[in-house]
């Protein structure tokens, strides 16, 4: 076993290796002249040009002169790096506080281990709906709730995580990104057929029964599986909570009617068509979720700022009335709470920062996605072959290239195309690719709130050596297997039985 650590690299170390090497490989793909060309569909002609996208040199002096001089600026702009800081500032509180603890252990001390572990990983696949800001929050949340429920709150962290990442594709609530592909699939659908139509309730059903399912085998699996592997760190027993307290109720009451009225004054700003109301939108928008999530809104980007703002209020209320904050300076003292050791997490960060910013500088994802794009072309196959293909090629890509709305707008313009001419709807389609990256997501440390798992593991590590990427990536190794099987069942289970989709939404033409 020590052998096996002495082996285990430190996560800074293991990013700065992976940034030397794209920085040698990329210089070498460039001297290879790797590139590949990507197709794009003018929205009003309808036809395609093609750009060719080749890999990007770093290994010589303008690729040096980049990484020294952007540096800094990519870090301060990663976006985990601001909302994570923000969002502690929110958590310190409620933690400090005593309000965590106090609605934690009254709220599950009943519960079963294995229904709050399903609480968890349910919540985490639906906050999909929040983006990208959900791993923000679920994670470090998930932890608290099982520390304050006398569990390793690694397996807590890790369950959220599976939840975010392998629940990334699916969701019965019609998302920002949902939107977004929908709109890059309906374009390359109407090269095929110029009148066709999608809805964004096509898939709903198919979605709603990938959710349940995804959320009782992840729940089985962690608490069979993943959970055992933990109970040597399990926390030490505490007195258990038998009821509230005067002070506690008070406290909850307090923090029950301010957020109340917080909430209020938030969702009627987020309500079109009233008086007064609609102010947190982008009204330039026609679809309802991309009034809430357009880069002009001012719901997307102050979203953060909201919740944190939610937090303090929740705990320093509960402070006040339960009187676990007597003065302004024991309120300032809790906002650093969370924030205090994070020096660390921040080295992290600039790491994984840079990582991250070479690797996509270099386009050698892009330039992978594209070539296993465009295969797609040439190939004969049929039905349910050519469903599975692309449900592998989704999960492969998204090894390399995370982002599914960049993902998709390389590949849909060859996939959709190939598929409607097999007789397959563009609505399957999509699904086939979004369960495709469900599968992997959990696995790439090039998605950016990888490193925010990774520093959330880490602060709760109650070893004496770090957890290291590779630790962090087997963990999740079995949930990817395990949705890899049940996301590919169920496809291929809808494909045969040709059950509807959703609402309006089939599976061939």
């Known amino acids: ?28 793909l460039h001297l290879l002249e790797v590139g590949q060309e990507v197709y794009n569909i003018n929205s009003t002609t309808l036809e395609y040009s093609r750009s060719l996208i080749q890999v990007e040199n770093l290994f010589s002096l303008d690729g040096l002169i980049y990484i020294f001089s ?4 990519n870090f301060v702009n990663f976006a985990p790096l601001s909302s994570l800081i923000i969002l502690l500032i929110g958590f310190g509180v409620m933690e400090k506080s005593g309000f965590l603890e106090t609605c934690v252990i009254f709220a599950t001390k009943k519960m079963k281990k294995n ?101 009782e085998l992840l729940t089985s699996l962690t608490e069979k599986v993943i959970a055992p592997k933990f109970k040597k760190m399990d926390l030490e027993e505490e007195e258990e909570m038998q009821e509230l307290s005067s002070k506690q109720k008070r406290g909850l009451f307090y923090a029950g009617i301010a957020s109340s009225i917080y909430v209020i004054i938030f969702l009627y700003n987020i309500i079109p068509g009233l008086p007064f109301s609609g102010n947190l939108l982008d009204n330039s928008q026609i679809l309802y979720v991309d009034k809430l999530f357009s880069y002009n809104s001012f719901f997307a980007n102050g979203f953060v700022f909201i919740v944190t703002i939610f937090f303090i209020i929740l705990g320093s209320f509960y402070g006040i009335g339960a009187k676990t904050i007597k ?62 293909l692309l449900f592998f090629l989704s999960g492969i890509c998204t090894l390399l ?20 001419n097999a007789g397959i709807t563009p609505e399957f389609t999509q699904i086939v690719f979004r369960f495709g990256e469900s599968v992997t997501m959990g696995l790439t440390p ?21 957890i290291s990427i590779l630790e962090a990536i087997k963990f999740q190794s079995s949930y990817a297997l395990v949705t890899f099987f049940a996301l590919g069942g169920l496809i291929i289970l809808w494909y045969l ?9 089939v599976t061939v033409l």
């Open 1 to 28: 076993m020590n052998k096996k650590e002495k082996k285990n690299l430190h996560p800074i170390m293991t990013f700065m290796i992976m940034i030397g090497i794209t920085i040698i490989l990329s210089g070498v």
């Open 115 to 215: 229904l709050v572990t399903f609480f968890i990983i349910f919540l985490s696949i639906i906050a999909s709906l929040m983006g990208d800001i959900s791993y923000i929050i679920m994670l470090p949340l998930s932890a608290l709730i099982f520390k304050y429920g006398k569990r390793n709150p690694l397996i807590g962290i890790v369950a959220s995580f599976a939840g975010l990442t392998c629940g990334s594709g699916l969701s019965f609530i019609f998302t920002s990104v949902d939107s977004s592909l929908l709109s890059l699939s309906l374009l390359s659908a109407r090269v095929i057929d110029i009148g066709y139509r999608m809805a964004s309730i096509s898939g709903v059903f198919i979605m709603s029964v990938a959710v349940l399912l995804i959320t």
């Open 70 to 73: 952007e540096t800094v600026s």
């Open 497 to 505: 039985i040709g059950l509807p989709l959703g609402i309006n939404g």
């Open 446 to 466: 090039i998605m950016a709130y990888f490193v925010i798992y990774l520093a959330i593991l880490n602060k709760y590590n109650q070893q004496e050596k770090s």
């Open 401 to 420: 290239l995370p982002g599914s709305v960049n993902k998709w707008a390389i590949l849909s313009p060859v996939v959709i195309p190939v598929f409607m």
């Open 327 to 388: 003065n302004q300076q024991e309120l300032v003292d809790t906002l650093g709470h969370s924030l205090d050791g994070i020096g660390k997490t921040l080295v992290l960060i600039f790491f994984a920062s840079l990582f991250i910013s070479v690797f996509k500088k270099s386009n050698i994802g892009i330039v992978m996605v594209a070539y296993l794009g465009n295969l797609f072309r040439n190939l004969s196959f049929q039905g349910l072959p050519l469903i599975l």
